[in-house]
Each structure stands twice: as C-alpha cells, then as structure tokens.
C-alpha cells in the first residue's frame, strides 16, 4: 500500500557529496520507520540507516559519521545526505519503509557511483 520513489543518484568524485531523496505516497500511515539499504556489485544488500517515526536514527559503521537519514514529514519524503563519499561507496541504494506488521516496501533504486 506504500509506493516509494528514489532520486538524487548520480555519479561524483570521492570526497563529494550527493543527497537521495526518498518520496513515499499511499498507506503513509502505516509506516513505523524508513531507512536505506545498498548494494555493491558482488555484494549482499546491506543496511545504511534508518530512521523511525519517534526520529530515532541508526548507522551502518562504514558510513557512520559521513551520512546523515533526515525526514519531511510534511511531504513523507526521506533524505540521505552523502558527504565525503568513497569510491567504495559506490552501490544502488534502496529506500524501504517498514509498515505495521512487519511488511516491507522498497524502491526501485537509485544508482551512485564515486569515481574519479
């Protein structure tokens, strides 16, 4: 009941900066928390960050200090800005949501690539 669209993927050089958005539209009111997870080519998915309804937030150890998760709750829009980016952070990056119940919906992804 959740559709969610990501945006903001693109390609940088190490030590730029990107911003994903994450915009989530129907059953909104369903959701306990949003987050973000990657993958890397080769790699299994990963967790980045999440964030929950109350704002708590958590962060994967590559990215902690780097990253930050945000949310608009007025535009039911979640952020992930990317500074200092590595080319090891170079992954699709997926927006999900966690809904009452334990159900998931994910995005389609949004591709960043660091290189120089």
């Known amino acids: 009941q959740v559709q969610l669209v990501e945006s903001g993927g693109g390609l940088v050089q190490p030590g730029g900066s990107l911003r994903l958005s994450c915009a989530a539209s129907?059953?909104?009111?369903?959701?306990?928390?949003m987050g973000w997870y990657r993958q890397a080519p080769g790699k299994e998915r990963e967790l980045v960050t999440t964030?929950?309804?109350?704002?708590?937030?958590n962060y994967a150890d590559s990215v902690k200090g780097r990253f930050t998760i945000s949310r608009d709750n007025a535009q039911n829009t979640v952020y992930l800005q990317m500074n200092s980016l590595k080319p090891e952070d170079t992954a699709v990056y997926y927006c999900?949501?966690?809904?009452?119940?334990?159900?998931?919906?994910w995005g389609q992804g949004t591709q960043v690539t660091v290189s120089s």
């Open positions: 964030i929950t309804v109350g704002g708590i937030t």
């Open positions: 129907g059953s909104i009111f369903s959701i306990n928390a």
């Open positions: 999900n949501v966690l809904m009452t119940g334990g159900r998931r919906s």
